[in-house]
Nanobody
């Protein structure tokens, strides 16, 4: 059974940090590129960051320099380290795992940045 389970979200003050995790099971995680997306109700889902199977990286301009994506294939896990969080980072963060054969989504973890 395919599963993607995100964790690590929560309430944090502006300037704080969180580390999101997404752990996969039921498929070959190491053969897939992985993305973190975020969505705010009423807005389009936004691609935040990508890490490919070869280690290629992408960051949205709004998070570059503050967020770091990484993966641990031995643990079937992708991480998103988020530093210097801002209120506009508040969203539901979801991981996405994809290759030419499949595309899987997690349910998401809520991040709220507020004082």
């Amino acid at each position: 059974q395919v599963q993607l389970v995100e964790s690590g979200g929560g309430l944090v003050q502006p300037g704080g940090s969180l580390r999101l995790s997404c752990t996969a099971s039921g498929f070959t995680f190491s053969s897939a590129d992985t993305d973190w997306y975020r969505q705010v109700p009423g807005k389009e889902r936004e691609l935040v960051s990508t890490i490919t199977i070869l280690g290629g990286l992408f960051y949205a301009a709004s998070v570059k320099g503050r967020f770091t994506i990484s993966r641990d294939n031995a643990r079937n896990t992708v991480y998103l380290q988020m530093n210097d969080l801002k209120p506009e980072d508040t969203a539901l963060y979801s991981c996405h795992v994809r290759n030419v054969r499949y595309s899987y989504w997690g349910r998401g973890t809520q991040v709220t940045v507020s004082s």
